[in-house]
């Protein structure tokens, strides 16, 4: 599976859990460590751990393994390193202290459409 279907399977299967405010960021010509950000953020503490922990194992079944984890959902945000597909799921209060989309402002966004509303 190429990296652009690995970082829209993961936006779906965050979408699935209640993920909020998704979004895939195409870092590849502005990064050598990665070639996307899949973002999303929950209301509380426990679903940032719930939604990691499915990225996770949706990553493992497709035969890709985590590099490394980062943070826990207490802390607001946890980070899943997969190589080329780093993923970042936030509360909305860290999101927005971190405001990574900001930083990756010139950075393409791969259409992604959430299947709930």
């Known amino acids: 599976m190429e990296n652009k279907e690995l970082a829209l399977m993961t936006a779906k299967t965050l ?30 503490a426990r679903l940032v751990d719930a939604l990691a922990d499915a990225a996770e194992d949706k990553m493992a079944e497709a035969g890709q393994p985590l590099h490394h984890r980062e943070g826990v959902g207490e802390s607001g945000w946890v980070l899943l390193d997969f190589g080329d597909i780093i993923v970042n799921v936030f509360t909305r209060a860290q999101r927005e202290h971190y405001n990574i989309e900001k930083v990756w402002a010139d950075c393409d966004k791969l259409q992604f459409e959430p299947e709930r509303k």
């Open 15 to 44: 979408d699935a859990k209640k993920g909020q405010d998704i979004v895939i960021l195409d870092i590849a010509e502005k990064s050598g460590f990665a070639d996307f950000f899949v973002i999303a953020d929950a209301p509380n």
